[in-house]
């Protein structure tokens, strides 16, 4: 089996790949660089173990063989990250909706099956926890760009399942909680690679708003063992299902938790939104997926704890620092 990995150089992505170079796959990444790194991959290009192609998703006349060589899709490439969103928002929706457009046409016009992973920000400012697929999505204002994320990506989901009824295509749409583990950083917003970075430093560790938002962190490589269990999942196929925890954790205590497990001098600061993002912005309080569909599917069950999650984080940004 061939498998193309579109933004797979990215964190997720580059941990994808190695989940399917282990399950047997001959794996081919497609990136730009806009945000994945070489360097995720690395390892993977000196020993020849992938074949690497540096462009964007939205070049048809690369895109177009790749997929037509390929057995399956794996659509990772997408802006993502809260201050890229606020900070580019146009980019954000040109590549998250066109590079979705372009990637089913082609899997489509060659009957490739697609996984197109998507967001648990579509569900919105709804707090009504845990969020099952089906829920209602209750989105902002369109004078937030946060919210532009959200919409692009409930887009692409629509777009996947309009191909899946109309013509037959194989999609499974995966929404993504808080994801996260070695090779995550903080450039483009992504709480938990900020705050371990500012406590190895022992400085001041900024809590946007209250701190009382919460999330629930998910490990990656828990992540990518159920993308690849999706990929070859009957059940899954023309359906959207939740990847992620049910541990929901507030924002300041996990700057106590990630202060603790350091054993930093860092203090917290807390700061208002638009400040943080200099512009006006506007949180999800909570956001706790409800894990029934996927435990279904593939039996899924997240293993891995937040704090060992975070034990492996923080000794993966020690040894950046070397
Ligand atoms: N956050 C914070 N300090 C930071 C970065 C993020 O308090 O340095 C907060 C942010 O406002 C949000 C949560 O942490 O409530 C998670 O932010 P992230 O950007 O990681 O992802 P989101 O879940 O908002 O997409």
């Known amino acids: 089996m061939k498998a193309l990995v579109t933004g797979g150089a990215g964190f997720i992505g580059s941990h994808l790949c190695e989940r399917l170079l282990g399950g047997g796959y001959e794996v081919c990444v497609i990136d730009d660089l806009s945000t994945g790194r070489l360097s995720n991959i690395a390892h993977l290009l000196d020993s020849g173990q992938i074949e690497f192609v540096e462009d964007s998703v939205r ?21 993502v990250g809260v201050q890229l969103i606020v900070d580019r928002p146009v980019h954000t929706i040109e590549t998250n909706i066109h590079g979705t457009e372009i990637v089913l046409e082609y899997a489509n016009k060659y009957s490739k099956k697609v996984l197109i992973t998507s ?12 969020f099952h697929e089906d829920d209602d999505t209750i989105l902002g204002s369109t004078m937030f760009s946060r919210w532009s994320y959200a919409c692009s990506k409930a ?98 205590e996990l700057a106590d938790l990630v202060i603790k497990m350091t054993s930093s001098k860092s203090g917290k600061d807390r700061i208002s939104y638009e400040k943080a993002y ?45």
């Not at 967001?119 to 845990?130: A, I, L």
């Not at 049910?246 to 300041?252: G, Q």
């Not at 279904?296 to 891995?304: F, L, R, S, V």
Request: with cysteine.
């Open 278 to 322: 200099g512009v006006a912005f506007d949180d999800m309080q909570r956001r706790v997926p409800c894990l029934e569909r996927i435990k279904e599917a593939i039996g899924y069950q997240p293993k891995t704890s937040l704090e060992e999650m975070l034990e492996i984080i923080i000794e993966d940004l020690k040894g950046r620092d070397k």
């Open 59 to 79: 070049n048809r006349v690369i895109i177009e063989p790749l997929i037509e060589k390929c057995d399956v899709v794996f659509h990772l490439a997408a802006a």
């Open 119 to 130: 967001t648990s920000e579509v569900y919105g400012k709804s707090e009504n926890v845990p």
């Open 155 to 252: 887009i692409d989901e629509f777009l996947a399942f309009a191909y899946h009824k109309q013509y037959g295509l194989e999609v499974v749409v995966c929404r993504l909680f808080n994801t996260i583990g070695p090779r995550q950083v903080g450039h483009y917003g992504m709480v938990v690679p900020r705050f371990v970075e500012k406590a190895l430093k022992n400085e001041t560790i900024q809590v946007y708003g209250d701190g009382k938002q919460s999330r629930s962190f998910t490990y990656v490589g828990d992540v990518v063992e159920a993308i690849g269990k999706l990929a070859v999942s009957e059940d899954a196929i023309g359906k959207v299902l939740n990847i992620g925890s049910d541990r929901e954790i507030s924002i300041n």
